[in-house]
């Protein structure tokens, strides 16, 4: 009768550990993005139960909260800026989220020593998007553009901020801070001596100084704002003339929802982040291959760089300061005309596509991943803005993507380039900044659409 009871008791045991061990997923790594960059932990995501669960330090840390556990009461604290978020409990499917009691799809857990919470969770205290690819086992985090249950609000109105680029150097930050419109931001351009930003007959200005940051304030009330306006930013050289930075074309605008200020929605971004989702393998866009002309002169433009950011960057400005854009070959529709990386080299001219192709062999010989993507851009022969006409438009250009630190980098040397090939002649004009050099996605998408 023992000898039974046993054998009962070890097959109930067995069971409950297969069961254990089968809702739980470890044969496949699982990947976590916020705002496309790739996470690393020490301790891996899980999938139990047919939930994704992830460890919420590392998630909340990099998203710039402050986490806290007391061991004593098994709770954690989750605070940003001073204010508390979010009071957890291991084990209970309860939680206090802004001074509310939530339910929770599953109660967090411990494991290998680590807290971990449900995808769903995370997503209710961090009012981020929170996704989930399962051909890819990739999670995607995205904190500039939270949920929205008005899903055509979303599509006209982002939040209130949008960020130009990450690059440290040359970059425009735009906040909305009640009916204040503030920009900051920074330019590596020797020449430049003052900024102006201007909203409808409303403007103001600052002077410049290379690698300071520069501050201006508009208030929104003063500008008369009754529909979308169009934000202008102008830079001015000691020289005396004026260059738009961000103008009618780029398609940033302030109006009003409701009582709140806010910025229009680029139209094409949620198409853009679903298309670029699918670029997953960094390694599919290497290639060994390259003429061994341009590998010599990728090497010497990145001589001296100490970092991959700092090489894409050097080869950013000099496709750029070397290249000529063929006007003659984009006018007369020249199907002639050199669009291999070698050709472009060669002849030192080209239409978008030839720029694009040797940007993705300089990049390529460096062992970087790089590629090309095709898309419309609202450029030249465009109406400089979207509408519902041409959202929906087949490619008119090519541009870049190189992956370096765990995320993409955006690089249109096109249009940072200023220079022409007209007439036969090339005219080389003095470039104006890195705008289009790590361009945010949301800001790259007030004028480009990616078309798989």
């Known amino acids: 009768m023992k000898l039974k009871r046993k054998v009962l008791l070890f097959i109930a045991a067995l069971t409950a550990l297969i069961g254990i061990l089968g809702s739980t997923i470890y044969a496949e790594e699982i990947n976590v993005y916020i705002d496309n960059q790739k996470i690393e932990f020490n301790i891996t995501p899980e999938i139990i139960n047919d939930r994704v669960m992830v460890p919420l330090r590392v998630i909340f840390e990099q998203m710039g909260a402050e986490v806290s556990y007391n061991r004593w009461n098994k709770t954690v604290t989750i605070s940003k800026g001073g204010n508390k978020k979010a009071v957890l409990q291991t084990d209970q499917e309860y939680a206090e989220i802004d001074g509310a009691q939530r339910f929770m799809s599953a109660a967090p857990v411990i494991m290998h020593d680590t807290l971990f919470v449900s995808l769903r969770t995370a997503a209710e205290i961090s009012s981020a998007e929170v996704s989930w690819d399962g051909d890819t086992k990739s999670v995607y985090i995205n904190t500039l553009y939270p949920q929205s249950e008005d899903k055509t609000r979303l599509e006209t109105f982002g939040n209130k901020h949008i960020l130009s680029s990450y690059n440290k150097a040359e970059y425009m930050d735009f906040k909305i801070d009640g009916s204040m419109l503030v920009l900051t931001g920074k330019t590596d351009n020797s020449e430049i001596t003052s900024v102006e930003l201007k909203v409808n007959n409303v403007q103001k200005y600052a002077s410049v100084k290379i690698e300071d940051e520069f501050t201006l304030k508009i208030n929104l009330s003063e500008c008369g704002i009754t529909e979308n306006s169009t934000i202008l930013v102008y830079y001015s050289t000691d020289k005396g003339t004026s260059k738009m930075y961000w103008g009618t074309s780029q398609g940033i605008t302030v109006g009003k929802d409701g009582d709140e200020y806010v910025f229009s929605y680029p139209m094409p971004l949620e198409s853009n982040n679903a298309i670029d989702r699918k670029w997953k393998n960094p390694d599919a866009y290497l290639n060994s291959g390259i003429n061994s002309e341009l590998v010599k002169l990728s090497n010497s433009i990145c001589k001296n760089a100490k970092t991959d950011y700092e090489k894409l960057s050097l080869i950013n400005d000099w496709v750029a300061d070397n290249i000529y854009y063929d006007y003659d070959a984009y006018y007369e ?120």
């Not at 095709?374 to 090519?398: F, M, P, R, V």
């Not at 007439?423 to 004028?447: Q, S």
């Open 333 to 452: 529709h020249a199907e002639s005309a050199g669009y291999s990386a070698y050709e472009v080299y060669s002849n030192r001219r080209g239409v978008c596509a030839g720029y694009s192709n040797l940007v993705q062999a300089l990049v390529q010989a460096q062992g970087i991943p790089c590629r090309c993507i095709c898309g419309y851009a609202l450029g030249l022969s465009t109406t400089g803005y979207w509408n519902d006409k041409n959202i929906n438009e087949k490619t008119n250009h090519q541009w870049n993507a190189a992956y370096v630190d765990h995320r993409w980098v955006n690089m249109d040397t096109t249009w940072d380039s200023g220079n022409k090939y007209e007439g036969g002649k090339y005219v080389a004009k003095a470039r104006r900044f890195d705008a289009y050099f790590d361009i945010t996605d949301v800001m790259f998408a007030y004028n480009h659409k990616i078309i798989e």
